[in-house]
């Protein structure tokens, strides 16, 4: 058996008439086969119907003997990473786990853009905010039902000390605070934060449209939530909404008009990749995950929003599909996986789609890259940095979302450096943008660890 990274590279070939979707298998560097069918029998649309994308959205297809020809290249229990290589274009609302993993019957994990370190984290504890919406404008789905369960699968997958924080609309918090009082085995894990102080944060204007402030949250609530936290820090964002495919190019989550009101039934109230980001760096997140619901509003969209959420940040980001894994088994599977004991093995269904940096399942030594702009370079102040997120229970917010501010940066300055990795001048030019860098970091270094010697 190869120990070395099985890596499923797709393309989309736009140079003849007709588009061609290119699949290559590799082992590491090393090419090991190639098929090519045209986009149009994968059923990639040269344009998007906005009715179509609605719902399940359009049926995809990989060739039978296409799948056939992969499957003598895989290995039992071990995993085959996806890369879709961009720009991807359509290939991005493709569900690729459902069509690759019923078929090729291991776990599929998709590669970010660029290969990075882990985001740092404490592994005594997680947190994690467990949000669910239903506007009346989409279609309704079993709302408190499923974040009880989401909650179980989450507090029985992970070993360490987790507190879940949920949120939800007006309309079912007394039904999910009345599931969760049923339920004996949480103890002190769940906290439940009441609609009601989320008064100052409903919108003068309830505009339906998507915002593009750059910067900026305007969503009431992101706001409620993040606001509601007071200064604790959050490992994970896991969402339950439907999707919306907006633009016919991005992804963005359906909530209610704010957590008080929820009476629009024209249109839902929208929160995109942008404004989600900063929400979870302000939160001091590094890690996101996706419910899509039965019925969803538009599938497609959401897992969109996913993927460009594994774009933009280091951590993992997790799409669960709930019409297949209802029970949520395999959600707590990932969940294992990602927060849980090292070790775990990477879940195996075509209910999740799962990105993550390869050192969750190859060890730390696999991050050791050869980027030249990495602040993961061990120092003085990474050392003591660690020993921060090590010994406490949860980290102050304001750190951690220093931290997630750093990461996002150095993320930025690896793929300038991988656009440009030919052009001396573009290395010089970012060189003392890394050295900066480095010098908040020893700043928010300093400052934390004075915090922690206090008494």
Same mark, same amino acid.
């Given at each position: 058996?190869?120990?070395?990274?099985?890596?499923?590279?797709?393309?989309?070939?736009?140079?003849e008439q007709?588009?061609?979707?290119?699949?290559?298998?590799?082992?590491?560097?090393?090419?090991?086969?190639?098929?090519?069918?045209?986009?149009?029998?994968?059923?990639?649309?040269?344009?998007?119907?906005?009715?179509?994308?609605?719902?399940?959205?359009?049926?995809?297809?990989?060739?039978?003997?296409?799948?056939?020809?992969?499957?003598?290249?895989?290995?039992?229990?071990r995993?085959?990473?996806?890369?879709?290589?961009?720009?991807?274009?359509?290939?991005?609302?493709?569900p690729w786990?459902?069509?690759?993993?019923?078929?090729?019957?291991?776990?599929?994990?998709?590669?970010?853009?660029?290969?990075?370190?882990?985001?740092?984290e !404490?592994?005594? !504890?997680?947190?994690?905010?467990?949000?669910?919406?239903?506007?009346v404008?989409?279609?309704?789905?079993?709302?408190?039902?499923?974040?009880?369960?989401?909650?179980?699968?989450?507090?029985?997958?992970?070993?360490?000390?987790?507190?879940?924080?949920?949120?939800?609309?007006?309309?079912?918090?007394?039904?999910?605070?009345q599931?969760?009082?049923?339920?004996? %085995?949480?103890?002190?894990?769940?906290?439940?934060?009441?609609?009601?102080?989320?008064?100052?944060?409903?919108?003068?204007?309830?505009?339906?449209?998507?915002?593009?402030?750059?910067?900026?949250?305007? !969503?009431?609530?992101?706001?409620?939530?993040r606001?509601?936290?007071?200064?604790?820090?959050?490992?994970?964002?896991?969402f #339950?909404?439907h999707?919306?495919?907006?633009?016919?190019?991005?992804?963005?989550?359906?909530?209610?008009?704010?957590?008080?009101? %929820?009476?629009?039934r024209?249109?839902?109230?929208?929160?995109?990749?942008?404004?989600?980001?900063?929400?979870?760096?302000?939160?001091?997140?590094?890690?996101?995950?996706?419910?899509?619901?039965?019925?969803n509003?538009?599938?497609?969209?959401?897992?969109?929003?996913?993927?460009?959420?594994?774009?933009?940040?280091?951590?993992?980001?997790?799409?669960?599909?709930?019409?297949?894994?209802?029970?949520?088994?395999?959600?707590?599977?990932?969940?294992?996986? #990602?927060?849980?004991?090292?070790?775990a093995?990477?879940?195996?269904?075509?209910?999740?789609?799962?990105?993550?940096?390869?050192?969750?399942?190859?060890g730390?030594?696999?991050?050791?890259?050869?980027?030249?702009?990495?602040?993961?370079?061990?120092?003085s102040?990474?050392l003591?940095?660690?020993?921060?997120?090590?010994?406490?229970? %949860?980290?102050?917010?304001?750190?951690?979302?220093?931290?997630?501010?750093?990461?996002?940066?150095?993320?930025?300055?690896?793929?300038?450096?991988?656009? %440009?990795?030919?052009?001396?001048?573009?290395?010089?030019? #970012?060189?003392?943008?890394?050295?900066?860098?480095?010098?908040?970091?020893?700043?928010?270094?300093?400052?934390?660890?004075?915090?922690?010697?206090?008494?």
């Open positions: 058996m190869s120990s070395k990274r099985l890596v499923l590279s797709v393309s989309l070939d736009t140079s007709e588009a061609e979707v290119c699949c290559l298998f590799k082992r590491e560097e090393e090419r090991l086969d190639e098929w090519r069918f045209t986009a149009k029998k994968m059923g990639l649309p040269d344009f998007l119907d906005r009715r179509t994308a609605l719902n399940n959205g359009y049926e995809f297809d990989i060739p039978g003997e296409v799948l056939g020809a992969m499957k003598r290249w895989v290995e039992p229990h995993p085959l990473w996806l890369r879709l290589e961009r720009p991807a274009g359509y290939l991005r609302l493709v786990e459902q069509l690759l993993q019923p078929r090729l019957e291991v776990p599929v994990l998709r590669l970010p853009d660029i290969e990075t370190d882990r985001p740092r !404490s592994s005594k !504890s997680l947190d994690v905010i467990l949000c669910g919406s239903l506007p404008a989409k279609n309704p789905f079993p709302i408190a039902k499923y974040l009880v369960r989401i909650a179980e699968s989450i507090h029985s997958a992970v070993p360490r000390q987790t507190t879940l924080h949920v949120f939800t609309d007006s309309s079912v918090h007394q039904e999910v605070k599931r969760f009082e049923a339920k004996e %085995n949480f103890g002190s894990a769940i906290r439940l934060y009441s609609p009601e102080s989320a008064g100052p944060y409903v919108a003068p204007d309830p505009a339906s449209r998507i915002t593009d402030e750059a910067g900026r949250i305007e !969503s009431p609530w992101l706001l409620w939530i606001d509601s936290l007071k200064g604790r820090s959050i490992d994970v964002a896991h #339950l909404c999707g919306y495919f907006w633009n016919d190019q991005e992804g963005a989550l359906a909530f209610a008009e704010s957590p008080l009101e %929820n009476y629009d024209r249109t839902a109230r929208f929160v995109r990749s942008s404004e989600l980001s900063i929400f979870m760096t302000q939160a001091g997140a590094w890690s996101a995950a996706f419910s899509s619901p039965e019925h509003y538009s599938k497609m969209g959401l897992r969109l929003l996913a993927d460009a959420m594994a774009q933009v940040r280091p951590g993992p980001v997790l799409h669960q599909d709930l019409r297949l894994d209802s029970g949520c088994d395999a959600l707590g599977q990932a969940y294992a996986f #990602l927060y849980g004991l090292p070790g093995p990477p879940p195996a269904s075509p209910a999740l789609s799962l990105s993550c940096q390869p050192s969750w399942l190859e730390p030594a696999i991050a050791q890259l050869s980027h030249k702009f990495s602040l993961a370079v061990k120092s102040a990474t003591d940095l660690e020993r921060v997120f090590e010994t406490a229970e %949860n980290v102050p917010g304001w750190i951690a979302a220093a931290e997630r501010s750093l990461e996002q940066a150095d993320l930025r300055l690896q793929k300038m450096e991988k656009r %440009n990795e030919t052009g001396q001048t573009r290395r010089t030019e #970012l060189g003392p943008v890394e050295a900066n860098l480095r010098r908040v970091q020893e700043i928010i270094a300093r400052a934390a660890t004075k915090l922690g010697d206090k008494p």
